[in-house]
T-cell receptor, first 111, second 116 residues
């Protein structure tokens, strides 16, 4: 089985930087995904990490440490539209590459 | 390119009634997933199809839930009879073997089910 933990809620100010952490335990790690989900909408893909290190994509970056079972999503220059839930998901190579999602972190960006 | 299409978007039914959800994946995507997402939680996989074959349905409550993917394209998820605890958003997603590195899943907008 898998256990994925991330904070339930976070609040940050427009223009600031926020880091959303995710810790996981899995027997067959085969990649970690971050998805963004606005209220009432579908999750949309943000990033993918399978090797240790930082992946940067515009204002968003994602970091992975496989030895620590740890990832974070870094959002820079926050905008009001970044208010959403951010879902951490781990793929298990021992379970047909099934994705298991964390509960999501609801980020509120304030002016 | 059209995304994953789901219908209906919203459904309100009384308990013990049947309900069905429909999903049309992205063209060419051979893998299709059904997830259930409760309020404030992440999606939980119900069933995964590779083409028309259900390859992972361990989380599907088989006493009341059923799914099919005839011809390996569209899929239908059915609940009969529905219970109050089935109220959730039902998400469909698809992915392609061509995207070999990530097998990124593309999600549809979901069907919000309310059982009263």
């Amino acid at each position: 089985g898998q256990n994925i933990d991330q904070p339930t809620e976070m609040t940050a100010t427009e223009g600031a930087i926020v880091q959303i952490n995710c810790t996981y335990q899995t027997s067959g790690f085969n990649g970690l995904f971050w998805y963004q989900q606005h209220a009432g909408e579908a999750p949309t893909f943000l990033s993918y990490n399978v090797l240790d290190g930082l992946e940067e994509k515009g204002r968003f970056s994602s970091f992975l440490s496989r030895s620590k079972g740890y990832s974070y999503l870094l959002l820079k220059e926050l905008q009001m539209k970044d208010s959403a839930s951010y879902l951490c998901a781990v793929r298990d190579g021992n379970a047909g590459n099934m994705l298991t999602f964390g509960g999501g972190t609801r980020l509120m960006v304030k002016p | 390119e059209a995304g994953v299409v789901q219908s209906p978007r919203y459904k309100i039914i009384e308990k013990k009634q049947p309900v069905a959800f429909w999903c049309n994946p992205i063209s060419g995507h051979n893998t299709l997933y059904w997830y259930r997402q409760n309020l404030g939680q992440g999606p939980e996989l119900l069933i995964r199809y590779e083409n028309e074959e259900a390859v992972d349905d361990s989380q599907l409550p088989k006493d009341r839930f059923s799914a099919e993917r005839l011809k390996g394209v569209d899929s239908t998820l059915k609940i009969q009879p529905a219970e109050l605890g089935d109220s959730a958003v039902y998400l469909c997603a698809s992915s392609s073997r061509r995207d070999r590195e990530t097998y990124e899943q593309y999600f549809g907008p979901g069907t919000r089910l309310t059982v009263t």
